[in-house]
C-alpha cells in the first residue's frame, strides 16, 4: 500500500504561480511513476503531468511551456511548479502513484487549485 500526501493548492489570479508537492510513503519497490491529474467541476479526470523514477517526463498539452514536474527519488517526493496559470486551471488536483512491477495505481486525497480572473 502507497499513502500519497498532497499539499501546496490554494487561490491564486490569472497570471500566478503555484507549487504542489506531494510525498508518498509505504510500500514503494521498484520503478514508479508519479505525477498530477485534475478534475474539474462536471468533467472527467484528466492528466497534467507525470515522470518516472527514471526521469522521463508526460506533459498534457495544456500544461505544456507552463508547467514544469520534478521528483526526488530518494524522498518518494514529485513537485509540480505552475505558472502563468489560468482561470481554465481551476480544479482539484490528485497526486497519482503508479508501480510499474504491481501494475497498480494509487491516488491523493486532492488539493483544490482555484484561479481567479
Known amino acids: 500500500q502507497v499513502r500519497l500526501v498532497e499539499s501546496g493548492g490554494g487561490l491564486v489570479q490569472a497570471g500566478g504561480s503555484l507549487r504542489l508537492s506531494c510525498a508518498a510513503s509505504g510500500s514503494i519497490f521498484g520503478p514508479n511513476t508519479m505525477g498530477w491529474y485534475r478534475q474539474a467541476p462536471g468533467k472527467q479526470r484528466e492528466l497534467v503531468a507525470t515522470?518516472?523514477?527514471?526521469?522521463?517526463?508526460n506533459y498534457a498539452d495544456s500544461a505544456k511551456g507552463r508547467t514544469s514536474i520534478s521528483r526526488d527519488n530518494a524522498k518518494n517526493t514529485v513537485l509540480l511548479q505552475m505558472n502563468s496559470l489560468k482561470p481554465e486551471d481551476t480544479a482539484v488536483y490528485y497526486c497519482?502513484?503508479?508501480?510499474?512491477?504491481?501494475?497498480?495505481?494509487?491516488w491523493g486525497q486532492g488539493t483544490q487549485v482555484t484561479v481567479s480572473s
Open positions: 497519482y502513484f503508479y508501480t510499474h512491477w504491481g501494475s497498480t495505481a494509487y
Open positions: 515522470i518516472t523514477s527514471g526521469g522521463s517526463t
